[in-house]
């Protein structure tokens, strides 16, 4: 089944909206993009609409004065529209007691009622999420499944964030604890003294640096020491973890998660994982917003691999615009994950072309962030992925 998702050009917000908008325009072969850029009202795209209701789409909207256009004329397509936001309100309110057209108006709707994804504020830094930025995975950890037991020792730690960054990473991942399936928790003390140094060693070389950690007491530390940003696996559960963000007004990543690392996969059972996932971010966003965090802190990331089966990773992939249209910047961490093992029979250190694979799908879908370990090779796919996707149409 399709599922109808929807986004909104918004050109005083995010310059990438500018090449999506000229390719949208280029591959109607009808209305240019000046002509879509300054028409009085809502532009957008929806995304899977069933061929069989485009038509009709078509129809009922002239009656409110809103056009929609097709991207595409197979099974599944796409279907760019224009209109003020009253018609299009109007509109909505119509097809959502219309059987065929219901889940196109509810995904418009939506989408109306999102905030833009606004620049993000990074120490003295603005990130204009105009593009994909890579965060280097930094684990000072014993245990982590990929790569622990390698950087123990702070200045080995140092030596390889500088090496990430050299590769053309963006941001910095700290991290002291391993959140692997099983994974017992580490003391706040252990932590402490795995991560600082090395944060404080980063921050004063000028990186931006985050901290992955569910602890409060961590966090905190680590932000004294330089980290802009808190890479929170727990999703702001704790109400010191918002309090922290509230007073500190760093960056927060709010990621889906239930249980804790040791017992999260006996919880991995969903009707809906793409539906309930975007719920429990929102979930938390509010709850963030209602404490003081302000909206434009916080990014979102599904927890790829955290209480999932395979299934459930795949299809977060695959509907992973579901999340990427909800108004917040979204982080995905798939790099070398045990899905991947899964699908191509390959050991932890050499899963680097599935890897591959779930960061061009990311980038596709309009993902601003990646954690990875190997970023040398994950710029290249960003590069690639990023020219076919904003490609003209010739």
């Given at each position: 089944m399709n599922r109808i998702s929807c986004r909104l050009f918004d050109l005083r917000v995010n310059s990438a909206d500018e090449r999506l908008l000229a390719d949208v325009a280029a591959r109607l072969r009808g209305p240019s993009s000046d002509e879509l850029r300054s028409y009085e009202g809502v532009t957008g795209v929806v995304y899977g609409v069933p061929a069989a209701i485009c038509t009709e789409a078509q129809s009922v909207g002239a009656g409110f004065g809103v056009a929609f256009w097709l991207l595409s004329s197979e099974s599944s397509t796409d279907l760019v529209f224009a209109g003020t936001r009253g018609a299009l309100r109007e509109l909505c309110d119509l097809c959502l007691t219309h059987s065929t057209l219901a889940a196109l108006a509810q995904a418009i709707r939506q989408a109306m009622n999102r905030p833009a994804v606004h620049p993000l504020t990074l120490g003295q830094r603005i990130?204009?999420?105009d593009r994909?930025?890579?965060?280097?995975?930094?684990?000072?950890?014993?245990?982590?499944f990929s790569d622990g037991g390698q950087l123990t020792d702070s200045d080995a730690a140092i030596r390889h964030a500088e090496q990430l960054v050299a590769d053309g990473a963006e941001i910095l991942d700290v991290g002291g604890e391993s959140t692997r399936?099983?994974?017992?928790?580490?003391?706040?003390?252990?932590?402490?003294?795995?991560?600082?140094?090395?944060?404080?060693?980063?921050?004063?070389?000028?990186?931006?640096?985050?901290?992955?950690?569910?602890?409060?007491?961590v966090a905190r530390r680590a932000v004294d020491a330089g980290a802009v940003m808190?890479?929170?696996?727990?999703?702001?559960?704790e109400r010191e973890m918002i309090d922290l963000a509230a007073t500190t007004k760093v960056a927060v990543i709010v990621m889906h998660m239930r249980g804790n690392p040791a017992d999260m996969q006996q919880y991995a059972s969903y009707t809906?994982?793409?539906?309930?996932?975007a719920d429990f971010l929102l979930t938390q966003v509010s709850r963030?917003?209602?404490?003081?965090?302000?909206?434009?802190?916080?990014?979102?990331?599904?927890?790829?691999?955290?209480?999932?089966?395979?299934?459930h990773n795949l299809s977060l992939l695959k509907h992973l615009r579901e999340l990427t249209s909800l108004g917040h910047a979204v982080v995905v961490g798939t790099s070398r994950k045990a899905f991947i093992g899964t699908l191509t029979d390959r050991p932890v250190d050499d899963r680097e072309f599935g890897t591959a694979a779930t960061l061009a799908?990311?980038?596709?879908?309009?993902?601003?962030?990646l954690r990875v370990h190997n970023v040398r090779r994950a710029?290249?796919?960003?590069n690639v992925s990023e020219a076919v996707r904003n490609a003209a149409f010739c």
């Open positions: 990130v204009e999420l994909t930025y890579l965060m280097g995975i930094v684990n000072c950890t014993p245990d982590s399936p099983g994974a017992a928790e580490v003391p706040a003390e252990i932590e402490l003294r795995r991560v600082l140094p090395v944060v404080n060693a980063l921050a004063r070389a000028g990186h931006m640096v985050s901290i992955d950690t569910r602890k409060p007491i808190i890479n929170d696996v727990g999703g702001l559960r809906d994982v793409v539906a309930e996932v963030a917003v209602a404490h003081g965090v302000r909206r434009e802190q916080l990014l979102l990331d599904p927890g790829i691999g955290f209480a999932k089966t395979l299934d799908m990311a980038v596709d879908r309009g993902a601003q962030i710029r290249e796919v960003v």
